[in-house]
């Protein structure tokens, strides 16, 4: 009692010594633009429009994963009338796990609420006014005036991540893999995600132009890099384990989906498992691998073709599959699928 007292107390006086911070001084807390910034170009559109298919299937997998349901039941105007996902189920969670994943589907659900309006809004010729204060009122009158990017139609059923665990090992485990089943199969379940949208990011940055895309993009990419290191953290604690039932290790797993995904994405090593040979540690210097990076220790990039390969699980931009059984939405994903 008398600690909370205490702990009060020093709270109050925090909160009060910032306030007469604030009321005294005018700091600066946003970044100036050069006079002729332009906050968005043409051609900035479509790569955001492609990241947040990357989004929608973080969003359902995570809050399926860790409360039962997903985003129309949490935000169902972000699904924009698309088809809900197949086969996505709540996890076998525990305390620790639990708490981690609902804060990720939370954070996956502002991806949306931000990206889809900027996407979207952004893409007509609307006045600048309009387009700076592009809010949720604004994109709901879009999307009924000139339709949106409405979610695409997701397969998170098991048996389509066992597949894909399948192809790692190259053989069929016995039983198939499950990511539901218990709080270390969904980690596994969960490295298969957020690294695609960092390496995506990672990509997206040289070719957008508007700052307000790039902050767009910088702010994902934090979130989502974080994601994927809290997921290789928790792996990597338990790198020797065997992942129950099967006779391999937690180490194991990593190096054989990240093999798979190198195989997928035909462009050589941009994904590397939580151990590795030196040559590909850090400096050439270490076996452990928390983060996956390249020679420089610089997080690797892929285009938005190479994570198709990978997403749709065919090892082709132009064929359907794995995650996005009809294929994922927005031009640059929209034209591959017309042109096969
Ligand atoms: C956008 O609007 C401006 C003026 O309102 C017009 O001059 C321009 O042609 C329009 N561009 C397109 C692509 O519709
Ligand atoms: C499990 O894997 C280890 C290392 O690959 C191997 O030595 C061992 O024989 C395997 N055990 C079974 C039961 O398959
Ligand atoms: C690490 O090894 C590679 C060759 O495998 C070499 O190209 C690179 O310069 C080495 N890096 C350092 C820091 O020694």
């Given at each position: 009692m008398a600690v909370t007292f205490t702990f009060y107390l020093s709270f109050m006086f925090l909160v009060s010594s910032n306030l007469a911070y604030f009321g005294t001084s005018h700091p600066t807390c946003q970044a100036t633009y050069p006079p002729h910034a332009i906050p968005i170009y043409p051609e900035d559109v479509d790569p955001v429009q492609f990241a947040v298919n990357l989004e929608y299937l973080e969003a359902e997998f995570f809050l399926w994963g860790a409360l039962g349901y997903g985003l129309d039941h949490v935000?169902?105007?972000?699904?924009?009338g698309g088809p809900p996902p197949i086969g996505a189920m709540k996890a076998n969670l525990d305390y620790l796990t639990l708490n981690i994943i609902t804060e990720f589907a939370y954070q996956e659900v502002g991806h949306l609420r931000y990206s889809l309006p900027l996407s979207l809004c952004l893409s007509q010729n609307l006045s600048l006014s309009l387009k700076r204060s592009c809010s949720v009122t604004v994109f709901r009158a879009l999307i009924t005036t000139v339709g949106g990017f409405p979610r695409p139609l997701l397969d998170l059923s098991a048996s389509n991540f066992a597949k894909l665990f399948d192809e790692a090992f190259g053989y069929h485990l016995v039983p198939p893999f499950n990511p539901y089943h218990d709080s270390l199969s969904y980690m596994l379940g969960s490295y298969v995600i957020p690294y695609m949208g960092l390496v995506g990011y990672v990509g997206t940055n040289s070719i957008i132009n508007g700052y307000k895309t790039k902050r767009l993009l910088a702010g994902l990419l934090g979130v989502e890099s974080g994601q994927d290191a809290v997921i290789r953290m928790y792996l990597y604690e338990r790198a020797?384990?065997?992942?129950?039932?099967?006779?391999?290790t937690v180490a194991e797993f990593t190096i054989r989906i990240s093999e798979v995904r190198n195989q997928l994405a035909m462009c050589g090593i941009k994904d590397e498992g939580i151990i590795v040979p030196p040559e590909l540690g850090a400096e050439n210097r270490?076996?452990?691998?928390v983060l996956s990076a390249d020679l420089n220790s610089l997080s690797y990039a892929r285009t938005p073709a190479e994570i198709l390969r990978v997403v749709y699980n065919t090892g082709n931009e132009h064929i359907p599959g794995g995650f996005y059984p009809k294929g994922a939405n927005g031009r640059i994903a929209r034209e591959y699928l017309m042109r096969p």
């Open positions: 935000a169902p105007e972000l699904a924009l020797e384990e065997l992942v129950h039932p099967y006779n391999h270490t076996c452990s691998n």
